[in-house]
């Protein structure tokens, strides 16, 4: 029967009073600890010296014998002139307690007296030679050689960068700008790019064309317009979803359902505050179940093994205009044209920072505020003639009628806030080869 809380248990007839101590159960503060095992337990074992012990261990150590011995012969010393010191005294007692004897037994006691003390004394001069040699000996010490400094890599040394290419020194009172890691921080993402080169996937899908990616690509826009969602997040989404897409193939019926859920994924990767799955069924219209988007979520994380950490064209951009302080309309029209050859298949397969010099180098063209400056040569690592195809896909893009049913993105650079970078006139063809050619 249980006892209730608060109340004792009885104490039976021939059993000790006071509840019998477990294993486990540690002892108040209040209670003293005995200092012996009880019968039958195991003996106690430190990792090291039972620090109640500490006293009685000697301790070895190298170097340490000598300085040891010196100071024993120092304690003793005192004790021996002492002593060397008693026996003069009591030689002196016994000369004048024979002195009434004959003179041969005085002769003989002060002979014996005489002998005893230079004994003594050559003790005396022996110890205090012995510890002046010691003193002027060298004291040993235990000199430790540090481990010889490893080689850094030359894929890890920090690169050089000229004085005239520095962009990052005038943000080094910033720590969220990491100005000492900047540079490396890109030019590390230039490598990564690497493992995340796509090719046109779309002969692999049965049931889907380059106009329903573009047609999705144009609705995920509008989503993160509506959420007022990260620009990275909206980059994000696409990449996973072209890299799913390239893996997996897909009926037309789940191509929302795979947009909807990359978002979510992106917003949960770059968001501070991502939307939860019920604000992805509203805007899909409840065309699918709470079910269907986790499970989408599991499956899309299992087939880019959990590696969403893709390098997007957005942060190569702003750090390319920032190579040539470009103003806020200048990067915005850039950023329209970026965001426009999201939708295009054929621009799939170029990597985010060429994507991203491609479209600065046609906002500079268009703005007439030059070509690529040798500065965005050395941070970019493209130069002109490696720009150029991609710059002239994107002007044959963007000079091509727009279609009614893909107005996403015009309109959203449009407005105001945008500078209506939509709306300004592109550049010609010929001017556009003129600056190429430099």
């Known amino acids: 029967m249980p006892v209730p809380r608060g109340k004792k248990p009885a104490v039976t007839a021939g059993v000790p009073k006071g509840p019998r101590p477990s294993e486990n159960q540690e002892e108040g503060a209040q209670v003293k600890r005995s200092s012996s095992p009880p019968h039958g337990a195991p003996k106690k074992r430190t990792a090291f010296i039972d620090i109640t012990n500490a006293h009685k261990v000697q301790i070895s150590l190298p170097g340490r014998k000598k300085k040891k011995e010196t100071m024993k012969k120092k304690q003793q010393q005192p ?34 007296a005489e002998e005893d003390g230079e004994e003594n004394d050559e003790v005396v001069v022996e110890e205090e030679e012995e510890e002046q040699q010691e003193a002027a000996a060298p004291v040993e010490e235990l000199v430790v050689e540090a481990p010889p400094a490893a080689k850094v890599p030359a894929h890890l040394q920090k690169q050089h960068v000229p004085a005239e290419f520095d962009i990052d020194s005038e943000s080094s009172e910033d720590c969220y700008m990491c100005p000492e890691y900047a540079k490396d921080i890109f030019d590390y993402l230039k490598r990564r790019e690497e493992k995340f080169v796509l090719c046109d996937y779309m002969a692999t899908q049965p049931s889907l064309n380059a106009e329903m990616r573009a047609i999705l690509i144009d609705w995920l826009v509008e989503v993160q317009e509506n959420f007022e969602l990260y620009h990275e997040t909206l980059y994000l989404a696409v990449k996973m979803t072209d890299h799913f897409l390239a893996r997996t193939p897909v009926n037309r019926e789940l191509l929302q359902l795979v947009g909807s859920t990359t978002m979510l994924i992106a917003s949960k990767f770059e968001e501070r505050s991502p939307p939860c799955v019920d604000d992805f069924l509203y805007i899909c219209d409840d065309a699918y179940r709470r079910e269907e988007i986790i499970s989408m979520e599991a499956t899309i994380l299992q087939s880019l093994s959990f590696d969403i950490s893709i390098p997007i064209p957005y942060r190569f951009l702003r750090r390319y205009a920032k190579c040539v302080s470009a103003g806020m309309d200048t990067l915005t029209l850039a950023r329209f044209f970026c965001e426009m050859s999201l939708m295009e298949m054929e621009l799939v397969t170029e990597r985010g920072s060429l994507l991203a010099s491609a479209c600065l180098l046609l906002a500079l063209v268009t703005k007439d505020l030059g070509g690529w400056s040798p500065i965005l040569q050395f941070h970019s690592g493209y130069r002109t003639a490696e720009l150029a195809p991609v710059v002239r896909k994107l002007h044959r893009t963007l000079s091509a009628p727009p279609d009614d049913k893909l107005r996403a993105i015009r309109s959203k650079y449009s407005h105001q806030v945008f500078f209506e970078v939509a709306s300004l006139p592109l550049v010609s063809g010929d001017l556009l080869d003129e600056a190429l050619s430099q």
């Open 79 to 112: 004790v021996r002139k002492a002593s060397s010191s008693s026996v003069a005294t009591k030689n002196q007692a016994n000369l004048k307690k024979c002195s009434s004897e004959s003179s041969e037994d005085s002769t003989a006691g002060r002979e014996t």
